[in-house]
């Protein structure tokens, strides 16, 4: 027999409203469109009145009650808000988040610089739901098909499935979900709002430039990026080599960006074709200066001047832009990090005989992600620790013939936390060599500020960096932001996608005249505030093995351009996604 409800009338507010006697006060408010907030609460589930966050005042109770789990009766007079229920709330809100043992956001997501949603876009990845994927990422990352190749991968360093057994591949997921978009004929693009006619312009088609641009043309502003050589893409493009970033991928990427209305002009270079006062002239309310770092820094060693020796990052782009096709003899990169390992693996695909990394620290200190190590070991590269160069040897004609170098040995820790290298007394000897290449490090190249009045009084720091605000992303000239390498010093392009995208939201309060507020940590629980988490916390969770990104053989790719990675299948993609986790709430 069907079970019949009486109707009564109580009022809420004061308000009088007439409501079913199996109701509880907060189905009746909800139902007059009364916002009540609420945690434990679950419209499937018995109430369970444990967080108190939907307290209500009802007349004569001697309490405030819980709305989800008090029934309505006859005649109730229910008051939602006033100073006793609000403080109510946020003393029962303040207690929950003081001893809350869980994860509001995952460690990937945590330890990704752009904050992408790794947890969200692997759960839509594990259910093919890859334009979904793609959509969610772009949020964070406007440029996933590179990132799917060469981030650095801190969210991989911290992901929880390592205390398991290996980390989850998130990144490879990344670029599986990415090429899939890419090369589809209903491509993702996001809505961009009306158009707002206020302009920006952007100096650099770096990453940095290009994630600006991507998030600021979506507010509906008119943004221009102005770049010095005769391709965007900035590093991505004149420093990774096509091994590991095709062009034509780049090239894809980047349309995504100038598919939202970006035009990108190309050969233009601040401080040699207009200065900042032009920009300004021509009615750019605002400027991005993401100019990279784009100078090699000098090894400060005798004769580096000389023929033969090149800076790594010059060497890279001469090969890029077609300047240099092929490299004879024996070749020695100075340099341990990204710069380094690329310009040695370029060096062999050039057809060089022997390619050495001269390095005066050990394998373990080496700045280089662990990978291109390992690949560049398979291809024949051969490494020489703990040798630091102090000159440039040199036949009658001034031209390198190699390169004398001393031992060194580790001391204890520097700044950095590295140990430090010392030189051994009377240690040293020559390495011959056809060719040096020097790939110590970059810094930005500012020297062309001094011919722009503006320009040259943007404040710079002691290393020749831009000096910004960090919360606001502005230098101390007003309407001037800057981000990525130039401010940073050379760090990864993860980085700069994420300093452009808080520059992007900067400069659009300060174009549409709200307040650049300094930006509120918000609170976030973490399950390591209360302790450090060991593989026994995990000792549930089943093994299972990490899916293998398939590569080309090294003997076959060391001789072309070809690109090493070849990519997930879609089965790996599901198998990965569902070894996530799923850290965050
Ligand atoms: C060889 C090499 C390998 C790397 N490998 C990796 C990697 O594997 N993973 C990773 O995450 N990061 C890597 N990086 C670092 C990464 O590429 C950079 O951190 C990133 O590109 C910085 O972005 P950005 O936009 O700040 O600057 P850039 O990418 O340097 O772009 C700056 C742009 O500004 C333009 N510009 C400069 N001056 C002017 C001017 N006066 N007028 C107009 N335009 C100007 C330049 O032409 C350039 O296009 C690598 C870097 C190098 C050099
Ligand atoms: S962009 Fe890099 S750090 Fe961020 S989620 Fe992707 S791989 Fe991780
Ligand atoms: S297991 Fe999943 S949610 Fe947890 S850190 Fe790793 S990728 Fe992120
Ligand atoms: S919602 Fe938690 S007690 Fe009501």
Redesign the pocket.
């Known amino acids: 027999m069907e079970k019949t409800m009486s109707r009564v009338q109580i009022f809420i507010d004061g308000k009088p409203v007439i409501a079913d006697t199996g109701q509880t006060i907060l189905e009746v408010c909800r139902d007059q469109g009364v916002e009540i907030p609420t945690l434990c609460h679950d419209d499937q589930l018995e109430p369970f009145t444990s967080c108190f966050l939907c307290v209500v005042k009802v007349e004569g109770a001697r309490t405030l009650v819980p709305s989800c789990g008090t029934k309505v009766t006859q005649g109730m007079r229910v008051t939602t808000n006033n100073d006793q229920i609000y403080s109510a709330r946020k003393m029962a809100l303040e207690l929950i988040l003081s001893n809350h043992y869980a994860d509001c956001l995952g460690p990937c997501k945590l330890a990704c610089p752009a904050g992408v949603d790794v947890q969200g876009y692997l759960a839509l990845a594990a259910m093919g739901k890859y334009r979904e994927a793609v959509a969610l990422i772009k949020q964070a990352n406007p440029l996933p098909t590179v990132c799917g190749r ?3 991968r801190p969210c991989e360093m911290n992901c929880r499935r390592n205390l398991v057994d290996e980390t989850t591949a998130i990144d490879h997921v990344k670029r599986f979900v990415a090429d899939v978009d890419l090369e589809s004929p209903d491509r993702y693009f996001p809505e961009v709002r009306p158009e707002t006619g206020h302009k920006v312009a952007i ?7 290009l994630s600006c641009a991507y998030y600021l043309r979506q507010e509906g502003h008119t943004v221009d990026i ?4 005769p391709k ?5 493009r ?3 080599p096509q091994y ?1 970033l095709p062009e034509e991928i780049l090239d894809k990427e980047i349309e995504g960006i100038t598919g939202l209305g970006v035009d990108i002009h190309l050969n ?5 074709d207009f200065t900042l006062d032009d920009l300004f002239d021509r009615e750019y309310e605002a400027v991005f200066l ?5 100078s090699g820094t000098s090894m400060r060693v005798e004769n580096e001047d000389a023929d033969g020796v090149l800076s ?2 010059d060497f ?1 782009e001469d090969v890029k832009m077609k300047r240099i096709d092929s490299l004879k003899g024996k070749v020695g990169v100075i340099g341990g990090g ?2 380094a390992m ?1 310009a040695a693996r370029t060096a062999l695909r050039l057809g060089a005989d022997e390619v050495s990394i001269i390095y005066r620290r050990t394998r373990k200190e080496m700045p280089a ?1 662990e990978m291109e190590i390992e690949e560049g070991e398979e291809e024949g590269i051969i490494f020489k620790f703990l040798t630091a160069p102090v000159k440039v040897i040199l036949d009658e004609n001034n031209r390198a013939t190699g390169i004398e170098c001393v031992q060194m040995e580790l001391g204890p820790p520097d700044d950095s936390g590295r140990r430090r290298p010392i030189p051994i007394p009377d240690s040293n000897f020559v390495i011959e060599l056809d060719w040096v290449i020097a790939a110590i490090g ?1 810094k930005p ?1 500012l020297a ?1 500020a001094a011919r722009d009045s503006k320009l040259v009084n943007v404040a710079q720091t002691r290393w020749g960096t831009l000096e910004i605000k960090p919360e606001v992303m502005e230098t101390n000239i007003p309407g001037v932001f800057a ?4 401010v940073l010093g ?7 996608i994420a300093d ?1 995208k808080k520059a992007a939201k900067a400069i659009h309060k300060f174009i549409t005249g709200e307040r650049m507020e300094l930006v509120n940590k918000p609170f976030i629980s973490r399950k390591e505030n209360f302790k450090k988490l060991s593989p026994d916390d995990f000792s549930y969770v089943p093994r299972v093995e990490r899916a293998k990104m398939p590569v080309r053989d090294p003997e076959e790719r060391k001789h072309d351009w070809g690109e090493i990675e070849l990519g997930f299948s879609p089965d790996q993609v599901h198998h990965e996604a569902l070894r996530c986790l799923e850290c965050g709430c």
């Open positions: 060469v981030c650095t100096i650099g088609a770096g990453p940095a430039g102005f770049d010095a050589k965007a893409g900035g590093m991505l004149w420093g990774i590991r233009k270079a601040l401080g040699r993401g100019l990279g770092a784009q790594g990052i890279l990204n710069t690329d992600n970059q190249d062309f981000g990525g390498d130039v050379p760090a990864t392009a993860i980085e700069a452009g």
